[in-house]
């Protein structure tokens, strides 16, 4: 019952993320990612990315093991890109830092994992995602990441287009050289 429970709040939480990140691409003028400067949409949006994050931590403790993949799959190819996945998204963040890393306002990164993709938080964050679907074995989580890398798919769009306001010609000339994922 507590796992049904569990699944269903992150799934709602999931879709309230989803429809935030979509009324900011498609309202940019009343966005709510990335939050600039803007208190409570830094809040707002933070808030509900660590309560999807705690509910799927807590699906994958208590729904462990329950589907058919097979552990030479779930370990010999969830483990290696679970790990690929979180070392590029860490990399990431320590390349970005965490002001950044938080939608704020701050400069302008091209280098390091950013000279080969404008998002490698995003790529490593799905790369991760699908280690840990595969070593989790679950259905539910399986479901639940899914919507997530969703979410992280859609998440550039409302970026980039803050990023073209504050960074105007340096940030289409650095789209124009750099790829949004690969």
């Given at each position: 019952?507590?796992?049904?429970?569990?699944?269903?709040?992150?799934?709602?939480?999931?879709?309230?993320?989803?429809?935030?990140?979509?009324?900011?691409?498609?309202?940019?003028?009343?966005?709510?990612?990335?939050?600039?400067?803007?208190?409570?949409?830094?809040?707002?949006?933070?808030?509900?990315?660590?309560?999807?994050a705690g509910l799927?931590?807590?699906?994958?403790?208590?729904?462990?093991?329950?589907?058919?993949?097979?552990i030479e799959v779930?370990?010999?190819?969830?483990?290696?890109?679970?790990?690929?996945?979180?070392?590029?998204?860490?990399?990431?963040?320590?390349?970005?830092?965490?002001?950044?890393?938080?939608?704020?306002?701050?400069?302008?990164?091209?280098?390091?994992?950013?000279?080969?993709?404008?998002?490698?938080?995003?790529?490593?964050?799905?790369?991760?995602?699908?280690?840990?679907?595969?070593?989790?074995?679950?259905?539910?989580?399986?479901?639940i990441n899914l919507?997530?890398?969703?979410?992280?798919?859609?998440?550039?769009?409302?970026?980039?287009?803050?990023?073209?306001?504050?960074?105007?010609?340096?940030?289409?000339?650095?789209?124009?050289?750099?790829?949004?994922?690969?």
């Amino acid at each position: 019952m507590i796992v049904r429970t569990l699944f269903l709040l992150a799934l709602l939480t999931g879709y309230a993320y989803l429809l935030l990140i979509l009324w900011s691409i498609l309202i940019p003028k009343r966005r709510v990612w990335p939050p600039g400067e803007t208190v409570w949409k830094l809040y707002l949006t933070w808030i509900i990315f660590y309560l999807e994050a705690g509910l799927a931590a807590a699906l994958i403790v208590l729904d462990w093991d329950s589907g058919s993949i097979p552990i030479e799959v779930r370990f010999g190819v969830g483990a290696p890109l679970a790990t690929l996945g979180l070392g590029l998204t860490m990399w990431g963040i320590r390349t970005l830092g965490l002001y950044n890393t938080h939608g704020l306002h701050g400069e302008l990164i091209v280098q390091g994992p950013y000279h080969f993709t404008r998002n490698p938080q995003y790529l490593g964050d799905v790369i991760l995602l699908v280690g840990i679907m595969l070593m989790v074995n679950s259905v539910m989580v399986a479901v639940i990441n899914l919507l997530i890398i969703l979410i992280f798919i859609f998440m550039p769009f409302s970026e980039e287009l803050w990023l073209k306001e504050q960074y105007k010609d340096a940030y289409l000339s650095y789209m124009m050289q750099t790829p949004r994922f690969l």
